[in-house]
Nanobody
Framework: QVQLVESGGGLVQAGGSLRLSCAAS????????LGWFRQAPGKEREFVAG????????YYADSVKGRFTISRDNAKNMVYLQMNSLKAEDTAVYYC???????????????????WGQGTQVTVSS
């Protein structure tokens, strides 16, 4: 079992920044890949960013590339999402998720992730 707890969401003006954090516990943190997803009202949950076990390789959705940065600290069991140049369309509940598969490939599929946090709300006002 892996427990994931997100924090750092809030209300921010367009063009501003937020940093989301996700604390993990329960299994050896460096043994699984991590991803951030988001879900806006009335829309499906979508992939935002992913990171390999080592933290050396990342992958982003086109909609956030160049604005968001995912990182992890394996010593602290933490994963982060730095969000800059926020837009109104970034408004959503953001979820941290863990992918336990042994493959090194970062997957964007919701169904490939085994554990999820409860989510944190990000609201960007225009």
């Amino acid at each position: 079992q892996v427990q994931l707890v997100e924090s750092g969401g809030g209300l921010v003006q367009a063009g501003g920044s937020l940093r989301l954090s996700c604390a993990a516990s329960g299994r050896t943190f460096s043994n699984y890949k991590l991803g951030w997803f988001r879900q806006a009202p009335g829309k499906e949950r979508e992939f935002v960013a992913g990171i390999r076990r080592s933290g050396l390789r990342t992958y982003y959705a086109d909609s956030v590339k160049g604005r968001f940065t995912i990182s992890r600290d394996n010593a602290k069991n933490m994963v982060y999402l730095q969000m800059n140049s926020l837009k109104a369309e970034d408004t959503a509940v953001y979820y941290c998720a863990a992918d336990m598969a042994q493959s090194i490939t970062i997957t964007t599929m919701v169904g490939s992730y085994d554990y999820w946090g409860q989510g944190t709300q990000v609201t960007v006002s225009s």
